[in-house]
């Protein structure tokens, strides 16, 4: 644990670790919820609809959360913190084997595979905001299991383009994950899914020495983008292999559902900004949002401009920007939106863009 700072008493650090710890342990809601509709199932229709319920509360939390612009305490522990990011992993990965589990008792044609996509599949999705923590840390165990987690929703590349390639990219026409002023999400999801695994291809034929690397050359051995894959696919043939082909068709649907999710919030963190600097990234990259909901509850990923200025700064300690450009809503409303209603997100940040003179309207500067 750190020394506290001289002018602060020991037992008020202790005071504000305990009250942020507490407030950051809603982070276990999303994967909690999810635990208890593997752990309790099969269900008859009507059971399984009434594990919306959590979901619909989510969002309606996030739509009228407070505002949380207040700095971390300075000087917080590290451990409880990670013990946090630690246990929503591994809570994903028991969801893992019981969703797999559960298709291996029963038809895929049931009410639990509709409603077990949405609450596990977006659970899984909330692994990602976990792994994408542990990936940015340098301790090579975290980000292992940060790869691991990436690897149980088939998505293992995120690990090399995100870190390698987004941070340092990010609001450049060259960054697949940055999404185009105008762009509706679904043309972005088809353009940037493939980019961003060709991206992450060819940064690590890179790293390896020749770009344009055959397949069949033997530095590829050293590709992480190929071992990812081998061990992402050979979890999926693992499942096949033992709970049979019902269990494996589930085990994909929640994937495909978790990395959309994924590239929903991709779309709206950079939604029409432009780097004024190609040298270094600025808190005006990368849109914040203010809920306290999604503050607490996903990690930290509400300061993300922060995030992309000091990458491996753990989550408790990301701060507010008031220079960023600031989203409508928290990160579980807006996935609603930008899925449901696209045109009615890109008014909202058109007209945010133009308030603080950014992307298109940047040059209205004087």
């Known amino acids: 644990m750190r020394a506290a700072p001289p002018t602060a008493a020991p037992h ?4 504000s670790t305990i009250r942020a710890w507490v407030r950051h342990s809603l982070a276990l809601y999303v994967p909690g919820q999810a635990l208890l509709f593997v752990a309790t199932g099969p269900h008859p229709w009507w059971l399984a609809l009434l594990f919306l319920l959590p979901i619909v509360a989510a969002h309606v939390w996030d739509i009228r959360s407070s505002a949380e612009t207040r700095q971390p305490a300075a000087d917080l522990p590290h451990g409880p913190f990670d013990v946090l990011v630690y246990l929503a992993g591994a809570v994903h990965l028991l969801n893992m084997l019981l969703w797999a589990r559960l298709f291996a008792e029963q038809s895929l044609l049931s009410m639990d595979l509709l409603i ?11 692994s990602i905001i976990t792994a994408h923590e542990l990936i940015h840390r340098p301790p090579l165990a975290e980000r292992l299991y940060g790869r691991l987690l990436l690897c149980t929703v088939m998505y293992e590349h995120f690990y090399t383009e995100h870190v390698r390639g987004h941070h340092v990219r990010v609001g450049t026409p060259d960054d697949p994950a940055t999404a185009r002023f105008g762009e509706t999400f679904e043309h972005f999801f088809r353009r940037t899914v493939p980019a961003q695994f060709r991206s992450a291809w060819r940064l690590e034929t890179s790293r390896l020495g020749d770009p344009e690397m055959p397949l069949l050359d033997r530095r590829q051995l050293g590709n992480r983008v190929l071992h990812g894959l081998a061990v992402e696919w050979g979890i999926a043939l693992l499942v096949l292999g033992t709970l049979g082909l019902a269990s494996v068709v589930a085990y994909l649907l929640q994937a495909l559902y978790a990395f959309r999710l994924l590239e929903i919030v991709n ?20 849109w914040d949002t203010h809920s ?47 899925a449901t209603n696209n045109r009615r997100f890109q008014r909202l940040a058109i007209d945010e863009l133009r308030r603080k003179r950014l992307g298109p309207f940047a040059q209205e500067l004087t």
């Open 292 to 338: 306290r909901f999604t503050y607490y509850g996903l990690i930290g990923l509400s300061r993300h401009a922060d995030h992309h200025q000091f990458a491996s700064r753990p989550y408790p300690e990301l701060r507010y920007r008031e220079e960023a450009p600031v989203l409508p809503y928290g990160y579980i409303a807006l996935i609603t939106l930008v």
């Open 267 to 286: 779309y709206f963190e950079h939604w029409g900004l432009t780097r004024r600097d190609p040298k270094r990234v600025s808190p005006e990259d990368s």
């Open 12 to 15: 008020a650090v202790g005071r």
């Open 116 to 126: 077990g996509v949405i609450v596990v599949g977006g659970s899984a999705g909330f």
